[in-house]
């Protein structure tokens, strides 16, 4: 079957389901993503914060403008979506070490994050959600791409799905200058406190709304367990590229204030470092998730 005739048969439609009551939620994309307006973050109850996971979860990226957290308040806030925990790389602030700030100089077009990837698949429990918010933007470029893993999963044949049900990723931390991924020890690797290698399913089950998901990536998938480097790298080639093509996409523009939170169980992203010349500032919380669960085949 052509794959554009899976994809239309796949692809979901605008969203129109869960539309909030709250909020006033407008969809990125026709795969992913939403504004959210009419909330303020710093002084989020307990139940708008419950329709915010509701959000999450069915939209997978929820974007927030005009927030402008310090780090007193991403805490608040991150510890209302589950359990903060300090991240892998980064050393967090003094009085909040749970929250850290991201730095971009603007000297490189290649930084941290600069190719497709799940937060921290690196780990036995990659984060649930990751939360950025946006302080020192550059004038233009800064762009996050995100798509939708569960779309890649399944615009997939059904007779490829098959042929890869039982299979294991390798994902590893070991930041050695990888010219496919762009991701280079100069980014992370003198922060990294532990070397992990870990495998999961490439297909997984969200563990919310039990539906399937890809889960492969440029930075951390770096093998399939029991195949060879080539017959991997086949694989997975195939399968990141397909992940990641525009009809599964949405793009967060960032503005000094916006906050963007990203359901990292259900998707993948890319930052882009096109803004040469000009500093970014980011300020982020991770919250702890749990370890992916093999999918099931109908
Ligand atoms: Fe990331």
Redesign the pocket.
Known sequence: MDLGRIINSVHPPQFEENLSSMFDVKPMSGALGAEVVGVNLKTVSEEQAKEIERLLVNHMVVVFRDQHLEASDLSRFGKMLGEPEPHQFWEGSEDYPEVFELYSEGKKAVHY?SNW?T?LTCSEQPPKL?ILCGVKIPPTGGDTLFCNLHLAFESLSETYKKMIIDLNGIHKSGFQVDTKSGFNEEGAGDKLKTQTTVTHPLICQHEVTKKNLLLANRIFTKGIEGLSKQESQGILDYLIAHSNRPEFTCRVNWKPGTVTIWDNRATA?Y?LGDFLGHERLMRRITIKGNKPQRGKLG
């Open positions: 994050g990837h937060d990751s992203h930052a």
